[in-house]
């Protein structure tokens, strides 16, 4: 009979053998609602990215200008949360609910007061942040609003993060993937009315006047923003009163973080949110190092960069599990089965991205062209794709073997790693070789920067020094 996985897990924090089978099928079990709640993620991007790319290349380039910073941002978010959701894994390995109950309490004071922090400094850098970039005088005013909307709405996105990734934690995968894919469909209708102005419509002879704020950019911030309040809002009614390890509702506790929790979730955090900047600010500098390449060149930059990450989020959704089983397995001090599910999860993200690349190197000229209708953009988009396609299995080891780091609480070397693979070839490569080759030049230090971490995180994963953390 096959096995729900919530009992999977039960066999963990009890002590229980599993088999080869068994663990492929909980991995699996966790995997692939995590993949699609990262996809709908990026689903999300991309929906803001086609519906602003239909209004024109100025509009794209906004956004595209931007976007790397507004990564940084949500990286920080998510570095917050994980922080707490990380030791919520290991005290319901060890089956203590009570413990992880406590966490979770303190958890959503501290990162609500960090995301007023950042939401307060995204706001007072928005005027200032498109200049800083080298935005074209034409895109800075819309950049600018799209960036102050976005940093406004942090506080819901992470209590979305939180609530979240704390429901992953505790094995329950199902509910944060069907909210995504709930959160992707709101922003649609969102976008819809609030992107375009008020049209004429013609069905089968009937004509009639479809409203619209037409806000343009101004909207797709606003509809992306509204999705994400509503979402949070469920999950973190959910996870309040329905989840069974970590529902809140009938137990009185404090909501006031205590020094060792927080030590512990800057112990987790601090190192993954200097990753989170080490890897945006890179991205902030390629930004720059774009930026002289012309208006076409920076919305190409951001379209592939979105498109990419349909083949390139499904390693995330796996990392997303590898954190749950490997931060479960280690607080059941259960070594061996840490190390088994380190190994399957990594393997299984390279071979699920090696898949998705081939489709990613086919189908670039759709996935591109659903984003624009200018051929200038287009072609130089599907470039970058398409050798960014053979990168794509190195780039799993690496988002995998973070995901296992990241539940052994192993956290600084991989930030380290990160950083001297980013700083040291990708854009040492990108600045050299972008004014000869334009685009395609930065894209293929991409590529080659990406095989070489996917390289250092595989040796590091395979001499086990992570699990001698505690």
């Known amino acids: 009979m096959k096995m729900r996985s919530d009992a999977l897990l039960a066999m963990i924090r009890d002590g229980k053998p599993m088999t080869l089978s068994q663990q492929l099928r909980l991995t699996v079990q966790l995997s692939v609602p995590a993949i699609i709640a990262q996809l709908s993620s990026i689903v999300m991007q991309y929906i803001d990215a086609a519906m602003v790319g239909s209004l024109g290349a100025e509009e794209s380039a906004a956004i595209g200008l931007v976007s790397t910073t507004t990564w940084l941002f949500w990286g920080l978010c998510v570095a917050a949360a994980t922080g707490f959701s990380v030791q919520v894994a290991h005290r319901i390995g060890a089956g203590d609910m009570r413990g992880a109950r406590v966490i979770l309490r303190q958890s959503v004071t501290a ?14 850098i928005s005027s200032a942040l498109p200049e800083w970039l080298g935005g074209d005088v034409s895109i800075r005013h819309d950049a600018s ?18 609530a979240g990734g704390m429901l992953r934690c505790s094995g329950n995968m199902r509910v944060p993937s069907l909210l995504g894919v709930v959160m992707c469909v709101l ?31 101004k909207g ?11 979402v949070a809002t469920i999950l973190l009614r959910y996870l309040w009163t329905r989840s069974a390890e970590l529902r809140l509702t009938g137990e009185r506790g404090s909501f006031r973080p205590v020094l060792n929790t927080l030590k512990k979730a800057l112990h987790i955090g601090l190192p993954m949110g200097i990753e989170h900047i080490v890897i945006c600010g890179a991205q902030i500098m390629t930004t720059v190092i774009v930026a002289p390449l012309g208006i076409f060149a ?12 349909l083949c390139y989020m499904p390693g995330y959704g796996i990392a997303d599990a590898a954190t749950t089983l490997v931060g479960q397995s280690l607080g059941a001090k259960r070594r061996e089965l840490t190390r088994s599910f380190a190994h399957m999860t990594v393997f299984m993200g390279m071979v699920v991205m090696g898949i998705m690349r081939v489709f990613m190197y086919l189908f670039a000229p759709q996935i591109i062209g659903l984003m624009t209708p200018v051929d200038e953009i287009r072609e130089l988009g599907v470039m970058a794709l398409r050798i960014e396609a053979f990168a794509e299995p190195m780039f799993a080891a690496s988002i995998v073997a973070y995901g296992v780091f990241v539940g052994a609480t192993d956290t600084l070397v991989p930030c380290l790693m990160n950083f001297f693979s980013i700083w040291a070839v990708r854009l040492s490569l990108a600045a050299i070789l972008a004014p000869s080759l334009g685009l395609k030049g930065v894209w293929i230090a991409m590529c080659v920067e990406l095989c070489f971490r996917g390289a250092i995180f595989l040796i590091r994963l395979k001499r086990e020094r992570w699990m001698k953390k505690e």
């Open 298 to 309: 920076i919305a190409a930059n951001s379209f592939a960069i979105t498109a990419e990450s």
């Open 187 to 217: 922003d649609v209708i969102f976008n819809f009315f609030l992107i375009f102005p008020s049209r004429e419509w013609n069905i089968a002879g009937f004509f009639f006047t479809m409203p619209g704020a037409g806000l343009g950019v």
């Open 220 to 230: 797709a911030a606003l509809g992306t923003a509204a999705a994400e309040v509503v």
């Open 111 to 124: 990162t609500l007061c960090f995301s007023l922090l950042l939401a307060s400094i995204g706001a007072t």
């Open 145 to 162: 609003l799209y960036f102050l909307i976005f940093s406004l709405f942090l506080p819901a996105l992470q209590m979305n993060f939180l």
